[in-house]
């Protein structure tokens, strides 16, 4: 018997759905930073084994959008219920399990869920653990809870036997050698992102985006050329630093990422555009991927 599903994976901000995919995965596919909201698309990673394909994907943390970009974020969510077999409902267990709660009631799931308490390797007293887990299994919304650390990859092998018990039968949708759906302009992109929010601090990372320009494949080196995208020339100024010193780190950190990620020599070259108010335009958004 083969079984085959989509698992969705939705939460509040940095309680490590992210983490948890790269886990379970066993490499980085998506996003991770300490900042909130670092993950602004559905990113569907594809796990197979002899008898199962779970179609997993990582979502926005969720929010109350207050600009369209945000609003196109939780759009994602919800289409992301919509075609699920099976959602994950991630929640750090050291947080307010009102809140978790309110938001997990919020989303009106049709499908199935599992709660997720992560990040149980920081120190957790083992009644308030017992609490949570006796809270979130008495939850209309919950089939059963399951403690985890994803950073540290603990009770993971546990997580996906849940997982793959509740999956339907059926043949796999993707090719088994396919890790994503996603083109690897995106995942270039998503690099370039992730310096970004590395290097600079404040609102830069937030009110930035990056395009791929240009992705040319030649024979031992691939050429690429993108755009840093942000709101205000102040904006582009820290992006470029002091006489581009900036800018220069941000290129060399990338391209030693892109560089491993694709498995070739990368020629990067980035520029800084400067779009006003990107984050609320629909023609942008549109252009940017949103």
């Excluded at 796990?47 to 929010?63: C, E, F, M, R």
């Excluded at 020629?267 to 252009?287: G, M």
Aim: aromatic share 8%; glycine share 4%.
């Amino acid at each position: 018997m083969h079984q085959s599903g989509f698992v969705n994976i939705v939460g509040k901000p940095n309680v490590g759905k992210s983490t948890l995919m790269n886990a379970l995965l066993g490499q980085e596919l998506s996003m991770v930073n300490a900042k909130a909201q670092t993950t602004r698309h559905r990113i569907k990673a594809i796990l197979n084994d002899a008898d199962s394909q779970i179609i997993l994907s990582d979502t926005p943390g969720i929010i109350e959008p207050a600009y369209k970009l945000q609003e196109r974020m939780m759009q994602q969510v919800r289409s992301s219920l919509e075609d699920a077999d099976l959602a994950l409902l991630v929640a750090d267990i050291h947080a307010d399990i009102q809140e978790s709660d309110r938001v997990f009631t919020a989303l009106k799931l049709k499908v199935p869920a599992l709660v997720v308490l992560n990040k149980s390797d920081k120190r957790t007293d083992s009644k308030i653990k017992q609490e949570c887990i006796d809270f979130f299994t008495s939850r209309p919304y919950c089939k059963e809870v399951v403690v985890i650390s994803a950073l540290k990859k603990q009770g993971l092998s546990g997580l996906m036997k849940k997982v793959k018990d509740r999956l339907p039968e059926g043949e796999p949708f993707f090719d088994t050698e396919d890790i994503s759906d996603m083109p690897t302009r995106f995942f270039t992109a998503e690099i370039i992102r992730e310096k970004i929010f590395q290097l600079y601090e404040q609102e830069i990372p937030y009110h930035s985006t990056v395009l791929i320009r240009e992705f040319l494949e030649k024979p031992g080196l691939i050429r690429i050329m993108a755009d840093v995208v942000v709101q205000r020339e102040s904006q582009k100024a820290i992006i470029l630093g002091e006489k581009g010193s900036m800018i220069k780190k941000l290129g060399t950190l990338a391209r030693k990422d892109i560089e491993e990620f694709l498995g070739s020599k990368v020629y990067l070259e980035l520029f800084v555009k400067v779009r006003p108010n990107w984050r609320a335009n629909d023609i942008f958004l549109k252009e940017y991927g949103y």
